[in-house]
């Protein structure tokens, strides 16, 4: 993890070029991801959390910093943040412990 | 899934069975579940609801219920519950619509 | 498993319930399925075999069944089956070995 | 979980089924069960709770019962499947405690 | 991912160390391989393309890579690899997308 | 993996961090890990093989380290891991493979 930045933007990059291969797929993944942006009882910046709890319950990195990046533009705290992955931990024991330690790194480098 | 509340009452009767031979282990579970539970950035019944998304992503029907279960006692809506499965779908797909559809059946039918 | 179809019939009924309540949401994942359907350099039968590769892998019996009948209504056969399920077991082990021969049974009794 | 046994005898003859066409991957899947049954630092026993551990991970229930009923076989006390349980909840959280509760309760039963 | 033949050679190596010491549960695992490789119904570039989208699904970047090579080697299309990424994406949601487009990077580069 | 010892550091600087967040739930998991701690029916450096098994399956690669560096200190003998690493191959297939070769690396570079 040397660089939070520089690795999320590779990350999209890399999503990037593989949308225009997968254009019609990612056209239903996109809509999707458009309709859980939408606030509603959660906000969206809440949303994004829980998809931070879900992608540390995932060990995925790259969503990690994906959906922490667009938490943090959206207004989330670290206190909310934090509250997201103790759920995450009480559902994952240990590689949620790491994950979630590595989220919250990332949260505070981004 | 004929009878969710049966099935609910069975799992915690297994669990309970559990704690009382893994005491100390279940007791420090037992204390990051009551950390979990105190409200803060999320509401108690949001952080159930996290729950019950990250157990629609691992599949585990008997936290599903457990945590369903709870959500609609601190009064969890289901516009609420919709929102949770629907971040589970963007990071789970397929298994994620499958064990999300099981989640709002449990919903009504709890 | 007394009734496969009955199973995937209910299994129907709930994501059709869940359609509705998150509608947005399943019109995209419903736009990525449709892509996916179409054939290419895989068969749409040998992409839904594909699929149950993946819900093997996941432990999704829901998904098995949805994909299982897919792949037989386009033509798939149990040879065909087999094989992606032993690349499924070469990725998975042991539980990969017990949601194949639940995948093969199952194709067997739809 | 009605009958524990019948459920196991169930799994075993779709095994079975499974084995006689995917008949050369299965060899190689025997191959390797018989190299990690030999007793060495670890006795077979231990080896088998190790399995009931890792298959609570994975959420694969006909997995604990195969795995459970061959440590029973081979002498595990309940003492040491509990202690397999534990480090499986320290690793696995909420779903390990809902599987783990499973597994001791089919070890009493088998 | 700075080099991804550097990475996938030292994945060989590590994996030609463990060989060394688990040597019976290697000579199982290699003949499930050897099973799996021979072309049927799914030619043999076909069945590492379905590996591969295994791979994605567990998020196993040595996996992606060694399988990716494998089918890069039988011939496997950039079109097909795509093709077997998309269900991965049906089947995985966010976390697919972000490894298979590791996988897409790792297969131009390779 | 240029530096196991480094990265082990980093990591446990990290869950370090991320404990002065969340108190009360890592206090709760630090509870659990003290009681998996305790020696009974398996052994101490038993037990932490056994985590080493199960942070294989779930591919973190930080969970590889810290419980192989705990196991280590314990006195756990490298035949003892091999041995834990081939059950995880067992129930784990291709991925365990990967990961169980990263963790004899490791056992043998820290």
Partial sequence: MTD???RLTAAKQRVGAFSKSAGKTMQGFAAIAKAVAEPGEFSAAQKELIAVALSVSKGCE?????HL????RLG???AAL???LEVAVEMGGGPAVMYGSRALAAF???
Same sequence: chains 1, 2, 3, 4, 5, 6.
């Fill in 108 to 110: 505070r480098a981004l």
């Fill in 69 to 72: 990046s667009a938490a943090k």
């Fill in 76 to 78: 989330a705290t670290e």
């Fill in 62 to 66: 790259d969503c990690i910093l994906y």
């Fill in 4 to 6: 939070h930045a520089e």
């Fill in 82 to 84: 934090v509250e997201a």
